[in-house]
């Protein structure tokens, strides 16, 4: 196992996420205890040590499983990660209630990593609201040892981590990104990478095989692949891509069965970043796949100046895009829903002023209402 030095502990490169542990009749909530079981065991046994879970994993079974089962192990051999929920604006002000019951359904007396979960555009405001205490209550839980370090998770984009940096950044040691390959440019992982960078501040990530979009690629895009390393199973590729930023400590895997866990304690048993020549293949492969689903908005703004309406949309095209290309998910209707009614894309009256100036002649009318339908 590859380990990374974080402060004074050693961390496995390799961290098991706990969002997608194996079910039982395809019901998210019913974890199969006796699978996940051997899968830890054997993630335990391969010199995993990272265990990251939260409050609405597995519609809130992931901590009191994750809890029961890893009470078997010495707690000094493993460490545990959950966060605040902050994706749900009502547990706002419910810091100390929520983290108590954490630490009850977790079976520990303090977590070694603890998150202000998925900063965005959504709870930005909140996040940042004095009243609530948030930042207060969870600093004097660090100074009272119930939590070792303390971090964050985001999925905002570039200006909601730089708001929540100038407030909380002082006292994060860490924080959490969805970074890989694909998303690199797609969501400007490069630059949030970069932004915690500039701050000293570790990186770690999440969905680094995309929801396993990236474990599978197209047959031609596999083979050009096999050609640069021809025993490198394709989703080994997108941890290979991630050991080669030196500010990644930690990788996190949402492993849902026992061939996962032992394909990817495989991957992580030697160090082995991709060359120059290897990465520019990949993002190459990963600039295809995007152009492939995705809108070619350049952001010029001709369109804006033309709007009767206001609407922000190069913004919404690239949430467009997002939305298309991951098949759903929750990243556009989140944004979305911040939005005032008049700034939707519903909002749209069809006028057609913005195509008229689009250099990329986009079907910026078309687009909106296709984006207000799959929002439905």
């Known amino acids: 196992m590859i380990y990374r030095q974080f402060q004074d502990i050693k961390l496995s490169a390799l961290g098991f996420g706990c969002m997608r542990l194996p079910i039982r009749n395809g019901v998210y909530s019913d974890i199969d205890e006796q699978a996940a079981a051997e899968m830890i065991e054997y993630a335990m046994k391969s010199g995993v040590n990272y265990y990251d879970t939260a409050w609405g994993y597995h519609d809130g079974k992931s901590e009191s ?25 009502s547990n706002m002000g419910k810091s100390e209630e929520i983290f108590k019951k954490q630490l009850e359904k977790c079976k520990v007396d303090y977590f070694d990593f603890y998150l202000i979960h998925n900063v965005c555009e959504m709870n930005i405001d ?13 600093k004097k839980q ?35 990104l969805q970074i890989n390959y694909l998303d690199w440019t797609f969501q400007n992982g490069k630059e949030k990478y ?7 501040i570790p990186v770690w990530v999440m969905e680094p095989l ?33 050991q080669g930023l030196p500010q990644v400590k930690m990788i996190l895997s949402g492993m849902s ?26 993002l190459g492969i990963a600039d295809a796949m ?10 010029c703004r001709y369109c804006t100046s033309h709007c009767p309406k206001g609407l922000a949309i190069p913004e919404l095209i690239g949430l467009y895009n997002e939305h298309r290309f991951t098949g759903g998910g929750f990243i556009a209707p989140m944004v979305v829903g911040t939005l005032a009614d008049d700034k939707k894309p519903s909002a749209c009256i069809g006028c057609r002023s913005c195509e008229k100036v689009c250099p990329q002649q986009i079907k910026i009318s078309e687009m909106m209402k296709d984006f207000s339908d799959r929002l439905k």
């Open 142 to 176: 660090k100074a009272n040892g119930r939590i070792k370090h303390l971090g964050f998770s985001a999925h905002g984009d570039m200006d909601v981590i730089k708001r929540f940096l100038k407030v909380y950044g002082d006292y994060m040691e860490f924080g959490q």
């Open 257 to 282: 069965d026992m061939t996962q866990v032992k394909e990817n304690i495989a991957t992580f048993a030697k160090d082995k970043p991709l060359s120059e020549e290897e990465n520019a293949a990949l």
């Open 194 to 200: 970069e932004l915690l960078s500039e701050h000293n």
């Open 210 to 242: 995309r929801g396993g979009k990236l474990a599978k690629l197209a047959d031609d895009d596999e083979k050009k692949l096999k050609t640069l390393r021809p025993k490198e199973n394709t989703p080994a590729w997108a941890f290979r891509f991630l």
């Open 290 to 299: 995007v152009k492939k689903s995705s809108l070619p908005c350049t952001a």
């Open 65 to 89: 499983v994750m809890g029961k089962l890893l009470s078997k192990y010495d707690r000094g051999s493993f460490y545990l990660a959950s966060k605040f929920p902050g994706y749900d604006l």
């Open 126 to 138: 909140a996040y940042l609201d004095e009243k609530y205490g948030t930042l207060e209550y969870f």
